[in-house]
């Protein structure tokens, strides 16, 4: 028993004596090849004195056997064999042979692209171009779709929401999103704050729950008033999140304990350098939020944009507990800590108490339907929201319905962009390559192998895509933020910056490799396909050229049709900026400035507010060169709105049909200074006041709709809120009249007809809140906006005037979207021509140099240039035609994808689609034209004589 029990354990220690010797040979072969590569100065020294070692030490073996020195050298060079094979083996033993085949192609590949400097001109700038594009798109893509939050395990956080069906669904007060869903059902990630409370309680799924929500504010910091976005957050905001500031400390459980005690904030990175100037003293100095007081303790690390999104962070903040303060609400409480009703709070906790995603949903979902029933009145008609986990590692993602579609087309076309470049260069290589088939034969004649030769093209080919690559790499790292400027503000401060990281290294570097691979196949296999027999003949080389130039004709019909696609899709984008700005918006956009006021609540409550507002209307009014001003509550064309019950008299409340309407609050020389005009009735005048009777106008979309073949003026109508019952308190009192008819204006944005509309003098309103002041001046906005400021200090030092714009500037970012696509369609259009013209130029001039002798014999028995080169124009029309029919069917089906994006336009508009093919045929003989010319002089003896 002992001796087996030694032999066991001898035969194990040899295995593991056995895996370990394994082990250091996988470890030492690959670092005995890389010592080999690096010191290859080394190594052959090494191998000359071994091989000197072994022919000594031969040589004396054999004049020790009686062989004179001169006989023994010679037998022992002859037994040892060539010096050169004998290296060459032991190269190959180590495993460079490979290598050193690799890194001779690699010279040879520079060398022929050396010798066509334009050729490799046309395909390196061609690629860059192509991959550039890709590039800076993919670097945009990944920022706004891909990029998490700057916390730690982000992809550990879930984002609360809720779905209810949109006409019964229990919660009726959302300040936050507020999106449809197919089906009639909405969703939203606000929720209120005791539910919050509630959950966090609850809850045993995630380990915690956070709160936040994001708004603007006023703010004062160092005596200067400006408009600061603030996000009010929860005591264990930065503890889940796994944030430390940078300096100072982060908000504590002690600041959002008691209801507007915690008057504390920490600031971004930027307000810190901006207002700071990354100064330590920041710490403690006292700033203040809508007219509140709060002391700075902590500045938040660079990179943390907080939990509503990736772009962009907040500049400010401070404990929820500070909402009835710098937030407060509309309603006599001022406080939405214990309302609710009102739901405004986003909420976040990480997973990882081993619970799934479905079972943490559906224990938060019976939660929140008990808390619901528990806290608010659930009529027997209304059904719960219920509740939905989302992934929470990039926030809200609101991004994502704005960008998804448009990234996502805009990825298929510079898609189709390199793969057009990818056909133009394997044309042209195609046509190299054949010139190339006698020195390919030659090669094959003399012993190299067909994969010998299909590696050395396809390393000519890739060298091609590395020199498009890097400059692929060099424009998307400079372009990486044109598109992002292209859609900002002149009002609007901006942090948006795309991260050029190693994702996108990696995305280039896997582009330029399928690029290369793309355009060097073919080109490749036919060099390695070459016949040697008939690549060395000379007679039937033009033959043989003219055969294989149908793979080539075959590309550049791919690339009409790509350029065919490319060239409608711009088209149709352009027909779609062009009919935005020829619509008529229904008022003069000309010399109107728009600027934004918005007063705190706190210090100035409902009916201050708009004391406040006439005041500044009077003051902006007096300002020389000034000609009339208008506040109201929406700017036109702005993308807001505002809507209300329109009920005229007479019509009962029915909660199931849609009876509200647009409106706006405005300013009683509204209609003067926008140049509406009023068709019937009258406008608002100096007679409408406060304590006047209530007055409205309507637009006349809102007289036809509700007033069918009647005349509105003199008619009454409610404005009155209804709950889910139906009830509501106006009385008599409370009717208002309408007192004239305007004409319909666009209101939300360009896209959209004129919807009916209703307008209300703000003067006769308990409350307006912030306005939007439009002054109308012949003078331009810089010369008169220190004057307009000056006259906004005068009235409250810590007011701001805020996003202040003209009304065409308005327009113009309303079509931001637009113009960007028109912008990079119509680039992408015109690379596509110029590579389609390159293309064609380059199958058709080397056609004719293939059929110079046909040519010549044609010339010789009659034929005319004219013939000759209108034989040649067709058979360029006929390519250009293929490749049309081709791209055109594709641009039929592909356009109806991107017809919500359209505007006055058909995805199958026949003056695009006719255009489009015009442009490309027209390209088509410029390409072929030269061509042509050339077929036309030829000489018929010169021809002859040179075949």
């Not at 073996?61 to 010679?74: C, K, Q, W, Y």
């Not at 022992?76 to 192609?105: C, H, P």
């Not at 705190?600 to 201050?608: I, L, S, T, V």
């Not at 064309?637 to 706006?664: C, I, W």
Request: charged share 20%; glycine share 8%; net charge positive.
């Amino acid at each position: 028993m002992k001796k087996t029990g030694n032999r066991e354990q001898g035969v194990g220690s040899r295995k593991a004596m056995s895996l370990r010797s394994l082990l250091a040979r996988i470890v030492a072969q690959p670092r005995s090849w890389l010592c080999s590569v690096f010191q290859r100065g080394r190594l052959e020294r090494e191998m000359e004195a071994e091989l000197a070692f072994h022919l000594e030490q031969l040589i004396s073996d054999l004049i020790a056997v009686g062989h004179s020195p001169d006989e023994a050298a010679r037998r022992a060079r002859i037994a040892l064999g060539a010096v050169t094979v004998t290296k060459e083996n032991m190269r190959a033993s180590l495993g460079l042979r490979w290598w050193d085949e690799l890194w001779s192609d690699l010279r040879y590949g520079l060398r022929m692209l050396r010798k066509s400097p334009g050729f490799t001109a046309i395909a390196a700038i061609s690629l860059a171009l192509a991959i550039g594009a890709n590039t800076t798109i993919f670097s945009i893509a990944k920022q706004l779709l891909y990029e998490r939050l700057n916390v730690e395990h982000a992809e550990q956080l879930r984002l609360l929401a809720w779905t209810g069906t949109e006409a019964h669904v229990a919660v009726h007060h959302v300040w936050g999103d507020y999106d449809s869903l197919p089906g009639g059902r909405v969703t939203s990630t606000a929720f209120s704050y005791p539910a919050y409370l509630e959950l966090r309680t609850q809850n045993r799924t995630l380990q915690d729950l956070i709160a936040f929500k994001v708004t603007g504010m006023n703010a004062t910091i160092r005596e200067e008033a400006q408009r600061v976005q603030a996000e009010m957050v929860s005591a264990n905001y930065y503890a889940q999140l796994g944030v430390r500031p940078q300096l100072g400390r982060a908000i504590m459980p002690a600041d959002d304990a008691v209801p507007g005690q915690g008057a504390v904030a920490t600031i971004s990175d930027g307000l810190w350098e901006r207002q700071f100037g990354r100064s330590k003293a920041v710490l403690g100095q006292t700033i203040k939020l809508n007219d509140i007081p709060v002391t700075i303790v902590g500045v938040n690390p660079k990179g943390f944009t907080g939990a509503k999104n990736v772009q962009q962070s907040p500049d400010v903040f401070v404990p929820l507990a500070m909402q009835p303060l710098v937030a407060p609400h509309a309603s006599k409480s001022a406080s939405l800590l214990a309302d609710p009703n009102q739901w405004w709070v986003n909420i976040m906790g990480p997973s990882g108490n081993g619970v799934s995603d479905a079972g943490t949903q559906a224990a938060l979902d019976a939660q929140l339907a008990a808390i619901v029933r528990g806290t608010m009145p659930v009529k027997p008609t209304e059904d719960l929201p219920r509740l939905e986990l989302r992934d929470g590692s990039r926030g809200l993602f609101t991004q994502e319905r704005t960008f998804a579609k448009p990234m996502a087309v805009l990825m298929t076309l510079v898609g189709f962009v390199l793969l057009l470049a990818c056909a133009n260069i394997a044309n042209l290589m195609l046509a190299r390559g054949a010139q190339r088939q006698r020195e390919m034969s030659v090669r094959l004649a003399l012993g190299a192998g067909r994969a010998r030769v299909l590696r050395q093209m396809l390393v000519e080919s890739l060298l091609l895509a590395v020199l498009g690559g890097a400059g692929g790499l060099l424009i998307g790292y400079l372009g990486r933020n044109a598109i992002p400027k292209m859609t900002e503000n002149a009002w609007e401060r901006s942090d948006f910056q795309v991260h050029f990281d190693w994702r996108v290294f990696a995305f280039t570097a896997g582009v330029t490799l399928v690029t290369g691979l793309l355009f060097g196949m073919a080109p490749a296999l036919a060099a390695a396909r070459s016949d040697v027999s008939h690549g060395l003949k000379e007679g039937v080389l033009s033959t043989t050229r003219r055969r294989r130039g149908l793979g080539g004709k075959a590309l550049v019909s791919f690339q009409i049709a790509l350029s065919t696609l490319l060239v409608i899709g711009a088209g149709l984008f352009l027909r779609t900026l062009a009919g935005l700005n020829a619509v008529n918006v229904g008022f003069r956009t000309d010399h109107l400035l728009l600027m934004e006021i918005n007063p705190p609540a706190k210090r100035y409550p409902a009916g201050k507010d708009v004391e406040l507002h006439r005041r500044l209307e009077q003051a902006f009014a007096a300002v020389p060169g000034v000609d009339s001003v208008a506040p109201a509550w929406e700017a036109y064309l702005s993308d807001d709105s505002s809507r209300t019950d329109f009920l005229p008299e007479g019509v009962s409340y029915d909660r199931n049909a849609h009876q509200d309407e647009d409106y706006n609050g405005v300013g009683n020389h509204f209609f003067e200074t926008l140049g509406i005009p009023i068709v019937a009735g009258r406008a608002f005048g100096e007679q409408d006041t406060q304590s006047s009777p209530r007055v409205a106008i309507v637009n006349e979309s809102l007289a036809r709709s509700r007033f069918p073949g009647q005349n509105p003026i003199g008619k009454r109508f409610s404005t009155s809120s209804h709950d889910a019952d139906g009830h509501t308190s106006t009385t008599a009192d409370e009717w208002i009249q309408i007192v004239g008819v305007c004409g319909d204006t666009r209101y939300q944005n360009l896209r959209e007809l004129p919807p009916p509309q209703f307008i209300l003098p703000y003067v006769q309103q308990t409350e307006v809140g912030g306005m939007v002041y439009e002054i109308r001046t012949g003078m331009k906005p810089e010369t008169i906006l220190p004057t307009l400021r000056r006259v906004v200090q005068q009235v409250d030092p810590d007011l701001p005037l805020v996003n202040v714009r003209t009304q065409d500037q308005q327009i113009a970012a309303d079509l931001e979207q637009e113009r960007v696509f028109v912008a990079l369609t119509s680039g992408f259009g015109l690379l596509a021509l110029a590579l389609a013209c390159v293309g064609i130029y380059g199958i058709m001039a080397y056609s004719v140099a293939n059929r110079r002798n046909e040519i010549g014999i044609r010339m010789a028995l009659g034929a005319q240039p004219a013939q000759v080169r209108g034989m040649i124009l067709r058979e360029s029309t006929w390519l250009t035609a293929s490749g049309i029919v081709v791209g055109v069917a594709a641009a039929l089906m592909l356009t109806r994808l991107v017809k919500s994006m359209l505007y006055g336009v058909q995805a199958y508009d026949p003056a695009t689609l006719t255009a489009g093919v015009s442009l490309l045929i027209a390209v088509s003989l410029a390409g072929s034209w030269i061509p042509a010319r050339r077929a036309a002089k030829v000489q018929p003896m010169d021809a002859l004589r040179h075949e």
